[in-house]
């Protein structure tokens, strides 16, 4: 089920809230909703802005940004795809699998040392993807969260973003997940006690009322582009072989 929530990008000072106007041009450009929020009128997008108050200069609010819950999603498109493609479907969780070439050509997986022979195969195989040798230049970048089961009737609406920090702030049911990171350090998962503190205590700043609760942490890598443009085409050398791969932060994550 999507949110649409709304989503409000939080300027600490005047400079970096005026600097936006290239954004704000992209956005009127492809029809998407947009509008400057002075300080005193934050509140009016959401009350818990009421308890920053003072902190930000303004913020750029975009009333359409929806959410959805990836894992609920995930399930119910793998329930679709049994349920309409029945014995065309296949699903192997946890697999080792192996892309089968013959004469430059994608004729199929290996997976449980079982051959599995297809017209076309799309890879989608994240930062493994570099390791196939199917032209993939994928790099890890790093993000981590802290998630907070709440009372649903304290939960925001509105998606927060801290602009300077890197921080967002967003809500799913009775959850609050606070999320920052776009850390270029390799396969190092070791997050800063500071960098933990610096995050939880925007959450809590923003919703007080989860002052007390100890949340979930969670770290964990982004496939990367160098250009920072995911690929999404055909194999260049490889027959039958198409490449979904390197999205960084974009799509649902």
């Given at each position: ?104 050509a994608a ?102 009322h989860i ?25 260049k050398d ?16």
């Amino acid at each position: 089920q999507i949110q649409k929530n709304g989503k409000i990008v939080l300027y600490s000072s005047e400079s970096s809230f005026n600097d936006n106007d290239v954004w704000m041009t992209f956005l009127a450009q492809n029809e998407i909703e947009a509008r400057k929020i002075k300080q005193k009128e934050l509140k009016n997008i959401d009350p818990c802005l009421e308890n920053l108050d003072g902190e930000y200069y303004g913020g750029l609010y975009t009333p359409n940004d929806a959410y959805i819950d990836p894992f609920e999603f995930s399930k119910k498109l793998l329930n679709h795809l049994e349920i309409k493609y029945q014995d065309k479907f296949k699903i192997l969780f946890n697999k080792t699998s192996k892309l089968l070439i013959k004469n430059r050509a994608a004729i199929g997986i290996s997976a449980a040392e079982i051959n599995y022979n297809f017209d076309a195969v799309v890879v989608c195989a994240g930062l493994e993807a570099s390791a196939m040798g199917i032209g993939c230049n994928i790099i890890p970048i790093r993000g981590y969260s802290l998630t907070y089961s709440i009372d649903k009737s304290y939960q925001s609406g509105v998606s927060i973003t801290d602009y300077s920090k890197r921080c967002l702030l967003s809500n799913a049911g009775n959850l609050v997940r606070a999320t920052a990171g776009a850390d270029f350090v390799g396969l190092n998962d070791n997050i800063s006690s500071e960098k933990w503190h610096e995050l939880d205590n925007f959450a809590k700043r923003t919703h007080p009322h989860i002052a007390n609760i100890n949340p979930t942490k969670w770290v964990g890598f982004r496939p990367l582009t160098p250009s920072s443009f995911p690929v999404i085409e055909k194999a260049k050398d490889i027959e039958g072989l198409y490449i979904n791969s390197g999205h960084g932060g974009l799509g649902v994550t």
